[in-house]
């Protein structure tokens, strides 16, 4: 069976666009490949120095992937840190990449242009993403189109070194570009986002839940007026997690007149709240008990650090490392 991979930076508190773009989209990989998910703690020490808000998230993404249906039985869920031989292929990786190239990367490029530090992690962060996907023979990535390119500099590298060390001594992984999964709006209309402050959290309780959700900034159109559905970002929601039958009725609704944007947020509240209300509770019931968490990723590191230790073996002998 063939490999996917996913993985999720603990940088802030899980949101409905990391539901929809990521985490719900890579659990269901795991009905047809052997499937990989890991949290990326190395990733988020670029911008994060809080240990105890590292561990935190850290373990929220983790309970995140369990309560959304990651079973661990079948995938392998661990930390990124966990598996120390990213660190070494990494170095390997980066010894193949021109200096140049990495200050075209999205990585680099989004932190100048948001005003953020460029440390040295920054700038070698594409570098890390490629040794997190090669390590495991990953045959297939999925991510949106904002991150093809960190998939597509690991297929480089992994033709380079084959180039180089002889074909076969990493697999050159497929992108899977989810193209169903379109830009999640935010509160603001604009992409959800911990940076824009405008993201819907996604393991609040219902009634925090529905207070977001009523904040979504609409136009200005009054209840009898006829409104365009496609540009609504409280319909772009709804689409997103309504059944096709409640999608078209609620587009009738819109192109009719004679609702206000008030009733649309509630239905759109009532969707959430009957797709989250079991999740939120595996969620709660995962992160009050950390040790059965810690045991789900310390079992899911050993079976990645065997894949890994396979992969990293056979590029150190072909390297001249052993």
């Given at each position: 069976?063939?490999?996917?991979?996913?993985?999720?930076?603990?940088?802030?508190?899980?949101?409905?666009?990391?539901?929809?773009?990521?985490?719900?989209?890579?659990?269901?990989?795991?009905?047809?490949?052997?499937?990989?998910?890991?949290?990326?703690?190395?990733?988020?020490?670029?911008?994060?120095?809080?240990?105890d808000?590292?561990?935190?998230?850290?373990?929220?993404?983790?309970?995140?992937?369990?309560?959304?249906g990651?079973?661990?039985?079948?995938s392998v869920?661990?930390?990124?840190s966990?598996?120390?031989?990213?660190?070494?292929?990494?170095?390997?990786?980066?010894?193949?990449m021109?200096?140049?190239?990495?200050?075209?990367?999205?990585?680099?490029?989004?932190?100048?242009?948001?005003?953020?530090?460029?440390?040295?992690?920054?700038?070698?962060?594409?570098?890390?993403?490629?040794?997190?996907?090669?390590?495991?023979?990953?045959?297939?990535?999925?991510?949106?189109?904002?991150?093809?390119?960190?998939?597509?500099?690991a297929?480089?590298?992994?033709e380079?070194?084959?180039?180089?060390?002889?074909e076969?001594?990493?697999?050159?992984?497929?992108?899977?570009?989810?193209?169903?999964?379109?830009?999640?709006?935010?509160?603001d209309?604009?992409?959800?986002?911990?940076?824009?402050?405008?993201?819907?959290?996604?393991?609040q309780?219902?009634?925090?839940?529905?207070?977001?959700?009523?904040?979504?900034?609409?136009?200005?159109?009054?209840?009898?007026?006829?409104?365009?559905?496609?540009?609504?970002p409280?319909?772009?929601?709804?689409?997103?997690?309504?059944?096709?039958?409640?999608?078209?009725?609620?587009?009738?609704?819109?192109?009719?007149?004679?609702?206000?944007?008030?009733?649309?947020?509630?239905?759109?509240?009532e969707?959430?709240?009957?797709?989250?209300?079991?999740?939120?509770?595996?969620?709660?019931?995962?992160?009050?008990?950390?040790?059965?968490?810690?045991?789900?990723?310390?079992?899911?590191?050993?079976?990645?650090?065997?894949?890994?230790q396979?992969?990293?073996?056979?590029?150190?002998?072909?390297?001249?490392?052993?």
């Amino acid at each position: 069976m063939r490999r996917a991979l996913t993985g999720i930076k603990p940088s802030g508190t899980i949101h409905l666009g990391n539901w929809l773009g990521a985490l719900g989209p890579a659990v269901a990989l795991q009905q047809e490949f052997e499937t990989f998910y890991f949290v990326a703690d190395l990733h988020a020490l670029t911008s994060m120095t809080d240990r105890d808000r590292l561990v935190a998230l850290s373990r929220e993404v983790a309970a995140s992937f369990l309560a959304l249906g990651l079973d661990p039985e079948r995938s392998v869920l661990f930390r990124q840190s966990a598996v120390p031989e990213v660190c070494e292929l990494a170095w390997i990786l980066g010894c193949a990449m021109p200096a140049g190239q990495m200050e075209r990367m999205h990585a680099v490029k989004a932190a100048k242009e948001g005003g953020l530090e460029v440390n040295v992690g920054t700038w070698y962060y594409p570098v890390l993403m490629s040794a997190d996907i090669l390590l495991y023979d990953s045959a297939v990535v999925p991510v949106g189109q904002d991150q093809r390119q960190h998939v597509e500099l690991a297929r480089d590298l992994a033709e380079k070194l084959n180039h180089r060390y002889g074909e076969g001594s990493l697999v050159v992984p497929e992108v899977l570009v989810r193209e169903t999964v379109g830009t999640v709006p935010g509160l603001d209309g604009r992409k959800m986002s911990k940076s824009y402050g405008n993201q819907i959290d996604l393991w609040q309780p219902a009634a925090r839940l529905k207070k977001q959700v009523m904040r979504i900034v609409t136009d200005s159109k009054g209840v009898d007026e006829p409104k365009d559905p496609d540009t609504c970002p409280v319909f772009l929601l709804y689409r997103a997690v309504a059944s096709p039958a409640e999608v078209a009725a609620l587009a009738r609704r819109y192109t009719a007149g004679g609702m206000g944007y008030g009733e649309a947020k509630l239905a759109l509240f009532e969707v959430l709240e009957r797709q989250l209300e079991t999740p939120r509770q595996r969620f709660e019931e995962w992160m009050a008990h950390p040790a059965r968490l810690d045991e789900v990723l310390a079992d899911g590191a050993r079976r990645a650090r065997i894949a890994a230790q396979t992969t990293i073996e056979r590029v150190r002998a072909r390297a001249g490392l052993r």
